[in-house]
């Protein structure tokens, strides 16, 4: 086989890419997916174990499933690392950027002030 029919294609590094699964990057699918188990869980041993109500048991699981799938949809997918524990790190503190001209950066040596 000679270089000239060698075929060139483009392909992604490891490094570039953690992989998808059902249209979440990396092991995020895993957090839902656990919530899922652990939601279904709840409910089955709600209902069948203690014969609690099909709507009350619905509503003690729910929001087993509907917390982790909210912090990887709201806070993971399509996000840069680490961009969870700098949103949470700014409402702790209340620090972050801001809009407003409020002095917000000192006047540099040599700079006149407005």
């Given amino acids: ?4 029919e060698l075929r060139i294609t483009d392909t992604n590094g490891v ?7 059902f249209g979440l990057e990396g092991n995020d699918f895993l957090y839902v997916l656990v ?8 409910y089955l041993v709600l209902v ?3 014969r609690m109500g099909m709507l009350g048991a619905l509503a003690l699981a729910l ?3 509907i917390g982790p799938t909210a912090w990887v949809l709201l806070f993971r997918h399509n996000k840069p690392e680490g961009y969870a524990e700098d949103f949470l790190d700014d409402l702790a503190n209340g620090e972050g950027w801001s809009l407003s ?4 950066q000192p006047v540099q040596p040599g700079e006149n002030a407005p």
């Fill in 1 to 4: 086989m000679a270089m000239s």
């Fill in 63 to 65: 929001p087993v499933l």
């Fill in 48 to 50: 069948g174990a203690l």
């Fill in 15 to 21: 490094t570039d890419s953690k992989g998808r699964a």
């Fill in 35 to 42: 919530a899922f188990v652990a939601a279904l869980g709840l």
């Fill in 101 to 104: 001209g409020s002095g917000a």
